[in-house]
């Protein structure tokens, strides 16, 4: 059986991108369901698919957090990872989808945890947003501050793979891939035709999809006038490709292969050793 990869919420598990996709396993909330459930709900997993990779936006509520790692030291597994992104709630989404796909390749579960670190820096997420006053996980200037409350003022900040920021209709734009890439946007209580008709066609885009808003975006963003959107590598050959080119370790702790230089597993870091090979990545010359 595949890894399973298991995300917070049911609007992080986006549509398959083909019939061998899996889905995602849900790792509910303390309020939704009790520990007796979620210990049940993860053996089963365990038992079903030998691993589980957990996905979670960084800005996860204090009380889930704890939940998981709960989860985790009671059942006293290490086929357990549990990985926090710094990536906004829809480019977590996207990242979840890229491990489905890969989990049913011939990567071993360590290989595809730590695959998590190398996949975002190629997922370029963003959002159009009404107001920046409340953003503070990008750097906002004050000058961006006092313009956010005049009204129309419409901002395009990028979170990942390198934060920006431009004030829409001012002559910057956002920096975005130079490799193909799909578009997935989400709405929410602004309306806007800046991202499809704008920064689609300058990213050159392949194709775009719409999926609902994911209900944790509002509050990492600081603001529920947004649209949130992520290009992201669509094409599982070319995500095999990227995976498969860097260099495979052995965890000294733990024992599992891996990618990069931490283990998702036990978060242990290779030796300096291990670690002096480093990481060639696949798309350095585009896909």
């Known amino acids: 059986m595949p890894t399973a990869i298991a995300v917070t919420s049911a609007d992080l598990v986006l549509p398959p ?13 303390p309020d939704e369901a009790p520990l007796d459930a979620a210990l049940s709900d993860m053996s089963v997993l365990l038992e079903q698919h030998g691993y589980v990779v957990g996905l979670y ?67 370029y997420a963003g959002a159009l947003l009404g107001s920046v006053a409340r953003l503070d996980r990008i750097p906002v200037s004050l000058k961006s501050h006092a313009k956010s409350w005049m009204p129309g003022t419409h901002f395009g900040v990028l979170a990942g793979p390198r934060p920006q920021m431009v004030k829409v209709g001012g002559g910057g734009h956002l920096a975005g891939p130079d490799f193909a890439t799909q578009l997935i946007v989400a709405s929410g209580q602004l309306q806007s035709e800046w991202v499809t008709g704008t920064l ?25 006038r947004l649209i949130e959107f992520a290009a992201f590598l669509p094409d599982i050959s070319v995500l095999y490709q990227l995976v498969s080119s860097v260099r495979r370790e052995v965890c000294t702790w733990c024992g599992i292969q891996l990618i990069g230089d931490r283990c998702g597993f036990c978060s242990a870091p290779l030796t300096a050793a291990s670690s002096r090979t480093g990481a060639t990545r696949a798309l350095t010359a585009g896909p």
């Open 17 to 29: 991108t083909d019939q061998q996709t899996p889905t995602a396993a849900l790792l509910h909330p």
């Open 57 to 123: 936006p960084a800005s996860l509520p204090a009380a889930h957090k704890r939940r998981l790692h709960t989860v985790r030291a009671v059942l006293e597994s290490d086929r357990i990872a549990l990985l926090g992104l710094d990536l906004p709630p829809l480019g977590v989404a996207v990242l979840a989808r890229q491990l489905r796909q890969l989990s049913i390749c011939d990567f071993g579960a360590g290989v595809i945890a730590s695959a998590a670190r190398l996949l975002s820096h190629y997922i």
């Open 200 to 224: 689609a066609p300058a990213w050159r885009v392949q194709q775009v999809h719409e999926v609902p808003l994911p209900q944790d975006s509002a509050r990492w963003w600081g603001t529920g």
